[in-house]
C-alpha cells in the first residue's frame, strides 16, 4: 500500500511568519512530488513541483525533497491570511504510472 | 488558455437514479484523470485514460462506476444506481502531452455529487 502521511492540523501561524509543511511517504520508488492548495470549496490548484533532492524556490515557496528520509516539505516565507487553506501533498509512484497518490493535507490557519 | 472544464457543478439525485459527469480536459493534454474527494477525505483516484491506451481503472469503487473518453478529449463518468454514499465531489483534471514521471496534473472546478 502506497501511502503519503501528512499532519491535519491545523498548524496555526501569524501574518509575516514561515509556515512549515510537512508530508512522508512510504515507496522509495516515488519520482516526482507535488505540492497543492485547496481553498474551501474549491478544487486543488498547484504550487508547486519538485523531483531531485534538495530546495525548489518559487516566489515565497520552497519545496525541499530528502529522498533518502523519504520526506518532502513546504516552505512559506512571509505568510498571508490568504495562504490559509489546506495544502495537499501528492506523490507519483514510477515513471509509467500517472496517477498521484494523494495525502489527507494539512490546514494551514495564518492569523492577522 | 482555458482550463479544466466540469459539468454540471453541482447534481443532485435520488438514489437508485443514474448520473452522467462531464469533463473537458485541457487542450492538447493526452492524459485525463477522475478523483472523488468526500467530506474531510482526501482525494481517491478513481480511473486514469492515457492517449488511445486501455484505461486504468484500478480505483473504481464499484462496477456501478465506468468512465469513457471520446476522441482522446472529452471524458464522461458514469454512477449507475447511485447510493448515498457516491455523495462527494467529483475532480476531473488532466496533464501532458505525452506520458511521463514529471507531467504535472491541473484540476477542474469539479463536480459535487449529492445523492438522497
Known amino acids: 500500500q502506497k501511502e503519503v502521511e501528512q499532519n491535519s492540523g491545523p498548524l496555526s501561524v501569524p501574518e509575516g511568519a514561515i509556515a512549515s509543511l510537512n508530508c512522508t511517504y512510504s515507496?522509495?520508488?516515488?519520482?516526482?512530488f507535488f505540492w497543492y492548495r485547496q481553498y474551501s470549496g474549491k478544487s486543488p490548484e498547484l504550487i508547486m513541483s519538485?523531483?531531485?533532492?534538495g530546495d525548489k524556490e518559487d516566489g515565497r515557496f520552497t519545496a525541499q525533497l530528502n529522498k533518502a528520509s523519504q520526506y518532502v516539505s513546504l516552505l512559506i516565507r512571509d505568510s498571508q491570511p490568504s495562504d490559509s487553506a489546506t495544502y495537499l501533498c501528492?506523490?507519483?509512484?514510477?515513471?509509467?504510472?500517472?496517477?498521484?497518490?494523494f495525502g489527507k493535507g494539512t490546514m494551514l490557519l495564518v492569523s492577522p | 488558455g482555458a482550463g479544466v472544464s466540469q459539468s454540471p457543478s453541482n447534481k443532485v439525485t435520488e438514489k437508485g437514479k443514474d448520473v452522467e459527469l462531464r469533463c473537458d480536459p485541457i487542450?492538447?493534454?493526452?492524459?485525463l484523470y477522475w478523483y472523488r474527494q468526500s467530506l474531510g477525505q482526501g482525494l481517491e483516484f478513481l480511473i486514469y485514460?492515457?492517449?488511445?491506451?486501455?484505461?486504468?481503472k484500478s480505483g473504481l469503487p464499484s462496477d456501478r462506476f465506468s468512465a469513457e473518453r471520446t476522441g482522446g478529449s472529452v471524458s464522461t463518468l458514469t454512477i449507475q444506481r447511485t447510493q448515498q454514499e457516491d455523495s462527494a465531489v467529483y475532480l476531473c483534471?488532466?496533464?501532458?502531452?505525452?506520458?511521463?514521471?514529471?507531467?504535472?496534473?491541473?484540476f477542474g472546478p469539479g463536480t459535487r455529487l449529492t445523492v438522497l
Open positions: 501528492a506523490v507519483r509512484y514510477g515513471r509509467r504510472y500517472s496517477t498521484l497518490t
Open positions: 485514460f492515457q492517449g488511445n491506451s486501455a484505461p486504468d
Open positions: 515507496d522509495r520508488g516515488s519520482q516526482s
Open positions: 483534471a488532466s496533464s501532458g502531452p505525452g506520458q511521463g514521471a514529471y507531467n504535472e496534473q491541473f
Open positions: 487542450s492538447g493534454h493526452t492524459a
Open positions: 519538485i523531483y531531485s533532492n
